[in-house]
Structure formats: C-alpha cells, structure tokens
C-alpha cells in the first residue's frame, strides 16, 4: 500500500469520526450543565468501576483533543470533579500532552511535504528559528495561549521540531494552566448550595483563572530577560554590525519600491542629520545607502527594525522621506514570505478580535456623523471614552458611535492585500449607514482614515471639543510636558486643538524638546518592540528624559501606555475629564485581558443607549 492511499484512508478515518461526533451532537453532552447534572452519576460509577470510568474518559479527551474538536475545556473541569485537583491535574496534563503530540505527527503525516513544498522559503526560514529557539518559543506559547491550542500542535507538525522536544515541552508548558482549570472543575463539583457559590476555594479557582494568564506572561519576561531569545534579551539592542537579512525582501525591487529607492537616492546628501538621531539608520546607513542597496538587488536593511515615525523626513534638510520606501520593504518581504509574522501573534490576534462580530458595533440606523474612538483608548480607559462621547453628543445630538479596528498594524507590517480587504468592509458598512464625518481619537486612526477614506470627512475629537467645549479647571495650576504622536506630526491644526483643550482646562504647557513636526516616535511605531525591542526602549527612554519630572499627557493612547513605563503618563482625556485625579495620580489603564472586557461592556451600553 503506497503512501497516498494510507493518507486517504487515515483522512477518511478522521472525517468520519469527527461527522459522527456532530451528527449524533455528542458536542452537547460535553458542557458545564450537563458536568454539574451529572456529577452524582459519575461519582457513583467511578466508585465502583474506576478502571473503566478512567479508560473512557482518556479514550474520550484524547480523540477530542487529536481530532481538534470542542469539548477540552469542559472535559478539564470535568476532570476536576471527577478525581480532584491533584488527581485530575496528573491525568488531564498526560491525556492533553499526548493528543496534542498526535495531533502533530497527524499534521505531519498528512500535510507536512504539501506545506514544504508550496512555501519553500518560508519554511525553511521557520526551521532555522525553531532550531534556534524553538523550545522556548513553544514553550512561551503554552504559558500564555496568544494562538488558539489546535493551532499550534497543526503547525509545529509542518516544521522540524522532534516531537519528543514537542511533548516535554507541551507538558511542561501547559502544567500551570492545566492545574488552574482542574482546580475550579474540583471546587465547581461541590456546589450544593447557593451558599457554596461564595467558599473561599471557588473564589480562590477564579481568581486563578483570571490572573493566570499575567502571572504566565511575568515569568516569561523574566526567562526572557534572563536567558533571551534568540541571542537577544529584553533590554538589549540588535547588534550594530552584521545586519539582519532574514526581514528583508530578497527578490528585485518591485516596481513601486523600485520608485521611492531612485526618488531617495536621488534626493539624498548623505550628510548625516537623520543617521545622528535615529538608531536604525545608524546601524543600516544613510536612506541614499539604503536605496542604493535595494536598487542593486542587495537587501541588506531589515525594514521591520524601522519604527515608521517620519523623523528623518521632518530634520532632512533636503525633506527627503525614506519611510515610504521602508514600508515598501515590509510590503515586499510579506509578499516573498521572507518575514516570520509569528513573533507578531499577539498584536495581529488583538487586531483580528477587534474585528469580530463580538466585539464591533454599528449604529443600527443612518446617521451623518460617528465617533470612532479606535481599538485602545476603549480598552485601557472606558469611562473616558464614554465621557467624551457624551460631550460630543451635547454638541451634536445624533453623533454615534462605532466600534471596530482600522488595521493600522496590519497596514504598518506591509500585510497591505489584507489591510484593504478588511479596511473596504468597514467603509463599506459606514457607507451603507450613511456616514459622512468620522470623529476619531485615534492618531493611527485618523491617520488610516485621511489617507484611505478620502470619501469621509475626518476630525480628530479633540479638534471638536477646542471648538465647542469648556471645561473644569484645575484647583491648583500646574505644567504638563505634551508628546505629540508621531503619525500626527504634521497635523498642525490638530496640535493646536490638543493645546487649546488643556489650556481651557487651566494647564500650563512646558515647551518640550522634540514636538509638533519634529516630534520624535514613543516607541511603539511599526511595532518594531515585537522585533527589536531595544531600538523600542530607546525611543521611550529619550522622551521620558524630555519630560523630566513633569506629567506628560499625549493624545494617543498607544503612546501613553509604551511611555508609561518609564515615567508619569496621562491621556489627554483623562486630564480634561478628571483633571485633579490625574494630577494626583489616580486614573489607572486598564490592561490585559480587562481591555477586552471593557470593550465589551462599552458596546453593552451603546445597545442599551441606542
């Protein structure tokens, strides 16, 4: 019998199992009601047939797990309520760790030499990274689950991880998270009351729930920190020589990067301004070097250590704006498949939810104008958001709101086809509603909005409020450093609207090195703290330094998150909102995973409110 034939029979095997599993809707059996319902049963029987009971229930979990269908979860906690919290642990960490080591030699088996075969240059990118690190990034994936479980075991069957490396690493990573759900299916087996509901062991199993996954992602950090990744830690910068080629784009230039490289060689002086201030042209050469490289078919500049900001065009003397020809690069490199979008799985899962059915919102009629307050600014700070957008319905009565993603980082890490697809969905859905003017708080936002949506008229909130709006003032006076964001640095109108706000609110402005067009990057830009995390911590840093001692406000919630790291951060909101609390320190960001949450109980409100 050749190879393809037990391929097809094996295939034919899991697609009958798993129509059988939903035809005869086993998928129902396996819920927490039926768990609770049926607990005095399965306690009985295992008393008397504990070999049996164990033997299905294995037999059950690792077909579950194998064949990637729904049901590990509930069976988890029932294992919990079944044997207990150390018993249940010892046997779920086993059943789970084995049918996920099956369910990646079954991707191995089936689909490996097809994926090898089509994606050639990527997989063999991938293997070089999986040999380098990939016990520790498998092992950060287990901790902190940032790609949903079938996901990972499919794909580390197409790379050349051994699979004895896979199981040790997978039991190991997934123990904490194991014990954590076994223990709440332990304490949600003894409920009899609804006294019980409130005992201090089922209280303590959700709370274990919920900060497990912040609890996962501080000992990550600190391995990270400690022992690095890939040769580089945390609060390290790559090295300034033997630049890093595996980013670039390896092909002839396309036509369009082909274009911004003659226009920036052309251009550029090589005097050397824009290479004194930035630690990435340090490291890869004058934009002249750089376009001269690429016009040779010499890629030597990885494009994803570029943070996007447009500093070098606001200080060349020549206004030369080699950021186009940057994100050109990454637009290339996303086509060839030279660049790993792995280490960006976090940003790009948090992008793709926002995106979701669950978590968007349109107005459920027509109507001229919406607020768009963007993905984070609802997410760290829901009460502000919904303080501003009750002022600016004072202004106008019939504004609503909208709650979506614009696929910024999408844009920004050159995944160009899939950003316009998506970003066409939402115009599409704003146009049907009747929307003619977008209010947006977001900088990247606006941004994305004022470039792609030429059929909106765009204003930032804040340009709105300076013009319409008086607010409280301070008890006491005070001075602010501001941080203008950088994908606004040219925007002088929307500058001037920020000032005004916090002036009308009784704040003096400290005239900061570094703003309005010549504003330098918090940090965050292109997501290069996925990437280079030192060249991130730069940024940050020098603007912190900036500040000094004084609060500094910005108009960015992405910023004022990255910034608040090394010093004293507000919105721009929280400060016209609650001026005294921000004064003093006591407006918090939310983070992870209540940014979701919060999320969701603003779109409860705009159903309740419509």
Known sequence: MNKIIKKLIILAVIAMAVAAYFLLDLNTYLTLENIKAS????????????????????????????????????????????????????????????????????????????????????????????????????????????????????????????????????????????????????????????????????????????????????????????????????????????????????????????EYAAENKEKCTDCGICESQCLFLKKYGSPRKIAEEVLAGKNLTDPFECSLCDHCSAICPEKVAPVDMFLSMRRQAVQEQTVNLARYAPLLKYESTGHTKLFTWYPPRECRSVFFPGCTLPGTRLETTWKMFQELKKINPDLSMVLDCCHKPSHDLGRQDYFEERFQVITSRLKKAGVQEILVACPNCYKVFARYGSEFQVKTVYQVLAENNEFPNISTPAQLALHDPCPLRYEEEIQKSVRMLLEKTGFEMKKMKKSGPKTICCGEGGAVGFHNPGFAKAWGKKRAQLAGDDLMVTYCAGCAGFLGRWGKVCHVGDVIFSPDRALAGKTRASKSPLTYINRLILKRRLKKNR
Not at 174 to 188: D, H, W
């Open 39 to 258: 607990r005095e049963e399965f306690a009985t029987i295992l008393d008397q047939r504990p070999i049996m009971v164990l033997s299905v229930y294995l037999a059950v979990y690792l077909t579950v797990v194998s064949l990637n269908l729904p049901g590990a979860l509930p069976l988890g906690l029932l294992a919990g309520a079944m044997f207990g919290a150390l018993a249940g642990t010892v046997i779920v960490s086993f059943a789970s760790t084995i049918g996920a080591t099956i369910a990646c030699f079954l991707a191995r088996y089936l689909i490996r030499d097809w994926v090898r075969n089509r994606f050639t240059g990527f997989i063999s990118s991938v293997d070089k990274g999986i040999n380098k690190e990939g016990a520790f990034y498998l092992f950060t994936l287990r901790m902190i689950p940032v790609i949903p479980f079938f996901v990972i075991n499919m794909v580390m069957g197409v790379t050349s991880m051994p699979l004895k490396t896979f199981f040790w690493v997978s039991q190991l990573g997934m123990l904490p998270g194991t014990f954590v759900f076994v223990n709440a299916g332990s304490q949600l087996g003894r409920i009899e009351s609804a006294g019980d509901i409130f005992s201090p062991g089922l209280i303590i199993s959700f709370i274990l729930i919920g900060i497990f996954p912040l609890i996962a992602k501080k000992i990550i950090s600190a391995l990270r920190k400690r022992y690095g990744s890939a040769g580089q830690t945390q609060d390290q910068e790559l090295p300034m020589t033997d630049p890093v080629v595996s980013f670039a784009p390896r092909g002839q230039a396309s036509s369009e990067l082909a």
